[in-house]
């Protein structure tokens, strides 16, 4: 009688963040990124890490990787900030009450990186959409 081998399936740790409980995955923010009037200035490349500020409190940051050439500008931003909030406002219901409870300390820090960011963008590797923080 042969013996089969096992295969054991672990549970993903990288497919999203927990921010004060609430898992945060990346479809949404892939969505808002892709919207037609923000698909020119961006990759679709992102990264999503959970952070905690000089007085502890926990925050979500986006880092976004911008087309080759563009500019990071403030307004931009917000409008990634805009999008990202109104579908995760439109798509999760924990987002909004969450949102409702701690008001602005609930929305992501929106970072713009350059075209192949090292820190987050290296070109050639695989795209990490978490960052996992270590503690």
């Given at each position: 009688?042969?013996?089969?081998?096992?295969?054991?399936?672990?549970?993903?740790?990288?497919?999203?963040?927990?921010?004060y409980g609430l898992k945060i995955y990346p479809e949404p923010v892939r969505e808002a990124l892709i919207e037609s009037s923000l698909a020119?200035?961006?990759?679709?490349?992102?990264?999503?890490?959970?952070?905690f500020d000089g007085k502890n409190n926990q925050y979500w940051q986006v880092n976004i990787?911008?087309?080759?050439?563009?500019?990071?500008?403030?307004?931009?931003?917000?409008?990634?900030?805009?999008?990202?909030?109104?579908?995760?406002?439109?798509?999760?219901?924990?987002?909004?009450?969450?949102?409702?409870?701690?008001?602005?300390?609930?929305?992501?820090?929106?970072?713009?990186?350059?075209?192949?960011?090292?820190?987050?963008?290296?070109?050639?590797?695989?795209?990490?959409?978490?960052?996992?923080?270590?503690?």
């Open positions: 009688m042969s013996h089969l081998p096992y295969v054991y399936v672990y549970e993903r740790n990288d497919a999203a963040i927990s921010l020119r200035f961006f990759t679709g490349k992102f990264t999503m890490e959970a952070k990787e911008l087309r080759r050439l563009q500019k990071t500008k403030p307004a931009l931003a917000k409008k990634a900030l805009d999008a990202v909030i109104a579908q995760m406002q439109k798509g999760n219901s924990e987002f909004r009450e969450l949102s409702a409870h701690l008001g602005k300390r609930a929305l992501p820090k929106i970072v713009l990186c350059p075209y192949e960011s090292p820190e987050y963008f290296r070109p050639g590797g695989k795209q990490k959409w978490v960052k996992k923080s270590v503690l």
